[in-house]
């Protein structure tokens, strides 16, 4: 299969799929949008109808308020579109309810990642392996300087913190979706069963993950607590809260940021992060060179994040890669 297959093209605004007359991920309002997940990078309000799993669309409900023109898909089920296209949606593992997009058509198959990642990740299913014809994967971090540690090792710093710190507590940035409630999965794993306090931004979306069907424990809200009652304790926040007035109702914090740029120093400097916790919900390098690989497809199209590494790679190994154009992919969810 080349560049000028005929059914699916990558447009500035997103991967426009002709003959059903839809969209996969698109940036802007249309008539059919097939989502991949919840990220608002990805997943935009004022669409005629929305196809994604019924926990993307759930999460869309909540963040984005969402609802008229769902259209629930489960994982392995496949939909026929007009134009006789099937679109499959296949676990992604970036978050919970996010999917891989799996396009036939005339004998050609497509798959359109999304977002993804290969850690296991107790709040979501593993991303699945399948051959195709054009595969289209992220580039977040797309360098080989980024390779994620241990997901444990990176728990443990966050317990040893707060175990040599009795009188302080661990002030925990991860991001609403996927970040904070894996890192809440995470410390359960590891048997750490205290109560976990939130700021109120994050309460919605953990007890939506728990309707879902996501044990997270015992979960509390900041607001609820006194000062002297946060002692030795963790919490969770939004990175934006991490330095700001909401912050200084905590004893003495030590500040942590779950993110996978956690890795480049300079980032946790500049958010004043006294604790990198190198925790990513998207492939490292070895482990995005190792999907194209596993996946081998005739073509590997790239887009959001660092697409002239990732594309030199491939030409290395005698494969055919593409960078893309795509608008509005942000690193809302690292």
């Known amino acids: 299969m080349a560049n000028d297959v005929s059914w699916i093209r990558a447009e500035p605004q997103g991967i426009r799929i002709l003959p059903a007359d839809c969209w996969i991920d698109p940036v802007h309002p249309v008539t059919t949008a097939l989502v991949t997940h919840g990220h608002a990078d990805h997943a935009r309000g004022g669409h005629g109808s929305t196809i994604a799993t019924p926990e993307t669309l759930a999460i869309m ?8 023109g769902a259209r629930p898909v489960a994982y392995g089920e496949t939909l026929r579109l007009k134009g006789g296209i099937d679109a499959t949606f296949l676990p992604a593992g970036h978050v919970l309810g996010s999917a891989q ?21 107790p709040t979501c299913l593993p991303f699945e392996v399948t051959p195709c014809d054009i595969f289209v994967t992220e580039a977040t971090f797309a360098l080989p300087v980024f390779k994620h540690p241990p997901v444990e090792r990176e728990i ?13 507590c661990v002030l925990v940035g991860a991001y609403a979706l996927g970040k904070a409630q894996r890192v809440i999965a995470e410390l359960r794993r590891a048997g750490y069963n205290e109560p976990i306090w939130l700021h109120g931004a994050l309460e919605r979306m953990c007890r939506l993950y728990e309707e879902l069907g996501v044990d997270l424990g015992d979960l509390r809200l900041v607001a609820d607590a006194g000062k002297a009652d946060l002692s030795g304790q963790i919490v969770l926040c939004p990175p934006g809260a991490l330095n700001d007035r909401w912050s200084r109702r905590l004893p003495d914090p030590i500040t942590a940021m779950a993110s996978g740029w956690m890795r480049v120093r300079q980032r946790a400097v500049q958010r004043n992060v006294e604790l990198p916790l190198v925790i990513s919900d998207h492939a490292d390098w070895d482990e995005l060179t190792t999907t194209i690989e596993e996946v081998n497809p005739a073509e590997t199209w790239i887009t959001h994040g660092r697409e002239d590494a990732l594309l030199r790679w491939c030409e290395l190994h005698q494969r055919r890669g593409r960078a893309l154009a795509l608008v509005g992919y942000e690193d809302e969810d690292d």
């Open 61 to 68: 409900k909540l963040r984005y308020e969402t609802e008229a």
């Open 101 to 121: 997009i799996l396009l036939e058509h005339a004998g050609e198959r497509v798959i359109v990642t999304g977002d993804y990642k290969r850690r296991p990740d």
């Open 156 to 168: 443990r710093k966050l317990l040893d913190a707060r175990a040599a710190n009795p009188d302080r």
